[in-house]
């Protein structure tokens, strides 16, 4: 019996981490459905500063998915900020 549950194991096909994000987002469905409407363009483009790393992410060894998808956000909401700072300064 161990040898079959060994070779069900060796034949198991990993998910890829653009895979897991995926599912992970899914998760977040009903959430983004409760948003008011202004909220939810917010929210799609916090979800896509999720996807932009996505090669990042999956350098990660069994990573838990929502970590390095609120690091991606993280990373770029301070691009965002650097980038505003930035302008802002040369106006000044």
Do not use: H
């Amino acid at each position: 019996m161990s040898i079959v549950f060994i070779c069900g194991i060796l034949g198991r096909t990993v998910s890829t981490y653009s895979e897991v994000v995926k599912a992970e987002l899914k998760k977040w469905k009903g959430f983004r459905k409760g948003l008011k409407r202004r909220d939810r363009k917010v929210f799609d483009k916090v979800i896509d500063y999720a996807k932009l790393n996505r090669s990042a992410g999956s350098q990660m060894a069994n990573p838990n998915p929502f970590q390095p998808m609120v690091l991606s956000v993280l990373l770029e909401q301070q691009r965002e900020i650097e980038r505003l700072k930035n302008e802002i300064g040369e106006k000044v």
